[in-house]
């Protein structure tokens, strides 16, 4: 995707501590619960480009400002992203437009698959909302550490049903607890994330940070050489094991998602919040499944 969306530079912060080998980015949205849009997504996908080729960085950790660590896709942004008329008037939107940026976001050179094989060792640290687009960061990451207030869901498995990150929720919950997270979109909270293989380790919110650091400051012990040819060679299993074409899927068939037809009393994002805005669609979103 050639096109680069312009940013705040305050919305994703990079820090470096040469001296202990370890980089921090930090989703600074905490006005919108670290929402994040495609500029967003664009910039922690240079960031993640850079530490991978620093000699100064054994260690790159993501966190989240504020009380969550990301709410999702900005909901503004949805659809709009791929051109898509937000007056409901317009042509569709063609394949080839959707298509073009999945590929880029959830396979090719985009964030996840960058993150997911980035050759220094990634920690996610979450607490609070941990959805959509956040979800996918975390599950991309060698770890995650959570916080015991931490939900993980994906609403994109509401809006259009199971998409994006099929292959490594699979992969990391199994089949039939994929299947029930995907199908049903009810968040799950972080002890239950644990049991089922999402995250490393849950702690309490005030021991979050501390207990990532030392983990961090850990893994930098390990041999400079060490970590980048181990990290090579899981890159190496993922790929034996299906993740490049698992990806490719999931771009495929996210941009089918987005142009399904909608039943009468279904509910659809985009006309919700075409029509009442996008604080009203969220109050029908909770109305319709009840939450």
């Given at each position: ?5 312009p940013i ?7 820090e ?16 919108k ?14 960031i993640v480009?850079?530490?991978?080729e ?17 709410s999702?896709h ?6 709009v992203m ?5 007056t409901?008037k ?12 999945d ?6 050179n985009?964030l996840?698959?960058?993150i ?17 687009g ?6 991309a990451?060698d ?5 015991e207030?931490?939900l ?10 199971p998409t ?14 994929a299947?029930?997270m995907?199908?049903?979109?009810i ?5 239950e994330?644990?049991?089922v ?5 849950v702690?309490p919110?005030e021991?979050?940070?501390e207990t990532?650091?030392?983990?961090a400051?850990?893994?930098t ?7 980048v ?10 790929e034996?094991m299906?993740?490049?074409?698992g990806m490719i899927?999931n771009?495929?068939?996210h ?10 009393g ?10 009442k ?9 909770k109305?319709?499944y009840?939450?």
């Amino acid at each position: 995707m050639a096109t680069k969306i312009p940013i705040k530079d305050e919305d994703i912060l990079y820090e470096k501590k040469p001296d202990k080998k370890i980089a921090v980015i930090t989703l600074n949205r905490p006005e919108k619960l670290n929402a994040l849009g495609i500029g967003h997504y664009q910039r922690i996908n240079e960031i993640v480009h850079s530490a991978n080729e620093d000699e100064d960085i054994k260690v790159l950790i993501f966190r989240g400002a504020g009380r969550s660590f990301c709410s999702g896709h900005d909901v503004a942004e949805l659809g709009v992203m791929y051109g898509m008329d937000t007056t409901g008037k317009e042509r569709r939107v063609s394949q080839r437009a959707r298509l073009s940026k999945d590929i880029w976001l959830m396979s090719s050179n985009g964030l996840f698959r960058t993150i997911f094989n980035c050759l220094k060792a990634t920690i996610a640290e979450v607490h609070g909302y941990c959805y959509g687009g956040g979800l996918n960061i975390s599950n991309a990451c060698d770890i995650t550490i959570a916080a015991e207030n931490t939900l993980f869901t994906h609403p994109g498995w509401r809006y259009i049903g199971p998409t994006t990150d099929v292959w490594l929720v699979t992969q990391l919950v199994g089949l039939k607890k994929a299947k029930e997270m995907m199908l049903t979109g009810i968040p799950i909270d972080a002890q239950e994330a644990w049991r089922v293989g999402l995250v490393n380790k849950v702690v309490p919110i005030e021991k979050l940070e501390e207990t990532v650091d030392k983990l961090a400051e850990a893994i930098t012990r390990a041999p400079f050489d060490g970590i980048v040819m181990g990290k090579t060679q899981f890159y190496a299993v993922a790929e034996a094991m299906g993740a490049g074409s698992g990806m490719i899927a999931n771009a495929i068939m996210h941009s089918l998602q987005t142009n399904i037809r909608y039943e009468p009393g279904e509910f659809n994002l985009f006309k919700e919040r075409r029509e009442k805005g996008i604080k009203g669609a969220i109050v029908t979103r909770k109305t319709h499944y009840q939450e």
